[in-house]
């Protein structure tokens, strides 16, 4: 569209520096020629609105805004329509909204009259942010107030008390409660089974899981504790109900018994004898305790026990006291030693400690030492150890023979003395060889008396021989 010039100058409508065209004092914007418009210069300076976002309502700083934000500018013609300012808002860094968000839009409206102006709308924002949430924690208690006769004895419950498991909030918070009823025992747990709901917001929570039922004990349990400082025997204790015997070494004896039912513990004589008694007369041999169980006594406990000097069956055994190196020592030169006798407690004198004194209330005391002694009885040699003795075997005599050494298997005039028995026979070899008179071995030489010749072993016994 061609504008309308006066000279050089277009006419227009505020046009500068002149070229206005006017009605009186009213300035002509738009011009005609019939009904088409052959110049418009009605245009005016545009208006503003400006836009804040006001998010002082929000708790939390972890978002990002879109859309229209603060200083988003419309523009227009004044005092015509513009549409509502969109602003949008979204958690960021895994946060999430606890409440919220609300956003208010500054609305739709008109620019203002003014040309050029500028007006300021809000839009405001509110709503409260929470920290992303990983994972929590979580025990579980019990309460057993509802279970009729519940003690601590009574059972076991399963996980223990103040077990602690994780997860995510929302998620299953699940545990699998048993209980288990000691022996002795009897009655029925409601309550168990997977319980727990789900895991709260709340980090170290604690669940209380409430049981119920009724239970009621059966049986209860006692012990027994031996004592014992007993000289001159060992006693053993005796606990029905058990089927053994016990010393006091393997005390405490633990028993059960229902309600009302008796346990008796009784000391019984030492192995070997049944004639003791202890200096306190209370502990005698056959001396008893009872207690009746009840639920008083569950879980008690009480001693019975046994002290001072008792007496037993004595054994004795008469010995030659020449306590030589060797058992045939012990046979040949028997009448060298004195005859002794010695004590001992029980009739085993095998397996015995040997005394040397006994007192008039049969204690025994001195003790013998180890080694070869010769019985009176039977003149056998008798090998003594304390708790391990035994009758051995011996020569009880040698001859006296002049026999040679070295020179193997004959040679050698020099002449030597050796105490021999059942001498030299063509038949083999000599049956023992000793150096000396006491009869303990030789020491695995080979000796001949000119006609025959033998090897002995290292015990004094013939190995080889032969004809010279």
Not at 240 to 262: E, H, R
Not at 341 to 353: I, K, L, P, Q, V
Request: charged fraction near 5%; hydrophobic fraction near 25%; include cysteine.
């Amino acid at each position: 569209m061609a504008g309308i010039f006066l000279g050089a100058n277009e006419i227009k409508y505020n046009a500068t520096p002149v070229g206005n065209m006017r009605i009186g004092g009213t300035n002509i914007c738009k011009g005609y020629v019939g009904s088409t418009l052959v110049f418009d210069n009605c245009a005016q300076a545009n208006s503003n609105v400006q836009l804040n976002v006001d998010t002082s309502g929000i708790s939390g700083t972890q978002y990002s805004l879109s859309g229209d934000t603060t200083g988003t500018i419309k523009s227009g013609q004044p005092s015509t329509s513009y549409s509502k300012f969109t602003t949008n808002i979204a958690a960021t860094g895994n946060y999430s909204w606890s409440s919220g968000p609300t956003i208010n839009d500054a609305p739709a409206g008109t620019f203002p009259s003014t040309p050029g102006s500028t007006t300021i709308v809000t839009t405001t924002i509110t709503g409260t942010l929470q920290a992303p949430v990983g994972t929590v924690s979580s025990s579980i208690d019990y309460d057993t107030s509802g279970i009729s006769g519940w003690t601590a004895s009574a059972g076991t419950i399963s996980p223990a008390q103040g077990n602690t498991i994780s997860g995510t909030v929302g998620s299953n918070r699940i545990w699998d409660v048993s209980v288990t009823l000691n022996t002795g025992w009897t009655g029925t747990i409601t309550g168990q089974g997977e319980v727990g709901g789900v895991f709260p917001s709340t980090d170290n929570s604690v669940y209380t899981h409430v049981l119920g039922g009724s239970v009621q004990q059966t049986q209860y349990t006692y012990q027994w504790n031996f004592t014992e400082n007993l000289t001159g025997a060992t006693a053993s204790y005796n606990v029905d109900g058990t089927g053994s015997t016990f010393s006091s070494s393997a005390g405490p004896i633990s028993v059960q018994g229902t309600l009302n039912q008796t346990s008796t513990a009784t000391i019984s004589g030492a192995p070997g004898s049944n004639q003791w008694q202890g200096s306190d007369p209370s502990y005698s041999n056959g001396s008893s305790q009872q207690i009746t169980f009840e639920a008083s006594t569950n879980g008690g406990s009480q001693t019975l026990g046994i002290s001072g000097t008792a007496s037993a069956t004595i054994g004795t055994i008469s010995l030659y006291s020449y306590n030589g190196s060797c058992a045939n020592d012990s046979c040949i030169n028997k009448g060298l030693g004195s005859l002794t006798t010695f004590y001992y407690y029980g009739t085993d004198e095998n397996s015995a400690t040997l005394y040397t004194t006994k007192s008039n209330t049969n204690v025994l005391s001195g003790f013998v030492s180890s080694g070869y002694y010769a019985k009176s009885s039977s003149g056998q040699s008798f090998s003594y150890s304390p708790g391990s003795s035994s009758t051995v075997s011996c020569i009880p005599s040698v001859t006296y023979t002049a026999v040679a050494t070295g020179g193997y298997p004959c040679g050698n005039p020099l002449v030597d003395y050796w105490y021999i028995n059942g001498g030299f026979t063509p038949a083999g070899p000599l049956n023992f060889v000793s150096s000396t008179s006491d009869g303990c071995g030789g020491t695995g030489i080979t000796i001949n008396d000119g006609n025959y010749w033998t090897t002995t072993s290292a015990g004094g016994y013939g190995a080889s021989s032969g004809n010279c």
